[in-house]
Nanobody, 125 residues
Framework: QLQLVESGGGLVQPGGSLRLSCAASGFTLDDYAIGWFRQAPGKEREGVSCISTSDGSTYYYTDSVKGRFTISRDNAKNTVYLQMNSLQPEDTAVYYC?????????????????WGQGTQVTVSS
């Protein structure tokens, strides 16, 4: 059974950092593009960062996180990470990882078929 499990969320002060992990089971991550999405209360789920299959040579960041967030993948561990630095209150949301095959070329929710349950990130003083 294909499963994605997010971890690493929590409460952090503005300017702080968190690293989210997305661990896959039941399938090999190599062949899948992975995206991180987030949904704040009352807002649509938006694409934060997505990375292409295998070597992860292609990636996308939404403008609001460029220079602060870094997506990476460790295929040996079947895990994708999202390093989040300089966090701001507007980054508060539930963060989800999702998988797609093949790499859709875009970081849109509609293109991703498999989803984790999400992890809460709260940025507050």
């Amino acid at each position: 059974q294909l499963q994605l499990v997010e971890s690493g969320g929590g409460l952090v002060q503005p300017g702080g950092s968190l690293r989210l992990s997305c661990a896959a089971s039941g399938f090999t991550l190599d062949d899948y593009a992975i995206g991180w999405f987030r949904q704040a209360p009352g807002k649509e789920r938006e694409g934060v960062s997505c990375i292409s299959t295998s070597d992860g040579s292609t990636y996308y960041y939404t403008d609001s996180v460029k220079g602060r967030f870094t997506i990476s993948r460790d295929n040996a561990k079947n895990t994708v990470y999202l390093q989040m630095n300089s966090l701001q209150p507007e980054d508060t949301a539930v963060y989800y990882c999702a998988a797609a095959i093949p790499w859709p070329g875009v970081c849109l929710r509609i293109n991703y078929d498999y989803w984790g349950q999400g992890t809460q990130v709260t940025v507050s003083s």
